[in-house]
């Protein structure tokens, strides 16, 4: 059982350069989230998703793009890389209780990013 | 949504019950109240969650006044593996309104466990 992972830990982009980050877990969790951590700052939601082929935007969306074909998969697209994007992206999943509580969200190692 | 703040940093001693707060004067109805510490370059790890009153677990304690503005972390005697950044986050699901999802992270505070 790994949790969730990411790929890639690493990446250096050039301004306007496209990528694609993967999250995956394999927890049959139903909802995935994308957040970006700025240094010295907190998560900031990115976009998320509550089951495969759901996406929704959260905090921060613009210039981010994301698709769940899978259940267990989870990605990350920027279409044209800017520096403001330089951070470290962290993958979150968790399973649906029900109740409506946010529930423990079980995060990933993060994937750093440079954009220069 | 609901806005946090927390100290942006804190220093205890090895052995000694650490408090850390964290105030939401715009807590809504739904909210709760979650507690997640990270370590340098891993992802945040949950420690503890609560919507009201006490909560305890293993690892900590959450103390919720009736109001909701505020809630406080307690770390009973804490170890140097304990150093690390604490954050409060604050939301909920609305489980039937998909696409209004608001979950807010705190800045942070960074606590020094001194041996």
């Known amino acids: 059982n790994a949790g969730v992972t990411q790929t890639p830990k690493f990446r250096v982009l050039k301004t306007g350069q496209s990528m694609t980050l993967l999250c995956a877990q394999d927890?049959?969790?139903?909802?995935m989230y994308w957040y970006r951590q700025d240094p010295g700052m907190g998560l900031r939601l990115i976009h998320y998703?509550?089951?495969?082929?759901?996406?929704a935007k959260g905090e921060v969306p613009d210039g981010y793009n994301v698709s769940r074909l899978k259940k267990q998969n989870f990605l990350l697209g920027l279409e044209s890389a800017a520096p403001s994007q330089t951070s470290v992206y962290f993958c979150?999943?968790?399973?649906?209780?029900?109740?409506?509580?946010?529930?423990?969200?079980?995060f990933g190692p993060g994937t750093r990013l440079t954009v220069t | 949504l609901a806005k946090t703040t927390q100290p942006i940093s804190m220093d205890s001693y090895e052995g000694q019950e650490v408090n850390i707060t964290c105030s939401h004067n715009?807590?809504?109805?739904?909210?709760?109240i979650t507690w997640y510490q990270q370590f340098p370059s891993q992802g945040p790890r949950f420690i503890i969650q609560g919507y009201k009153t006490k909560v305890t677990n293993e690892v900590a304690s959450l103390f919720i006044p009736a109001d909701r503005k505020s809630s406080t972390l307690s770390l009973p005697r804490v170890s140097l593996s304990d150093t690390a950044v604490y954050y409060c986050l604050v939301g909920a699901i609305p489980i039937s309104n998909f696409g209004n999802e608001k979950l807010t992270f705190g800045t942070g505070t960074r606590l020094t466990i001194i041996p």
């Open positions: 998703s509550v089951g495969e082929g759901t996406t």
């Open positions: 927890m049959n969790h139903e909802y």
């Open positions: 715009n807590i809504a109805t739904n909210d709760y």
């Open positions: 979150a999943s968790t399973t649906i209780q029900g109740t409506g509580s946010p529930y423990e969200q079980y």
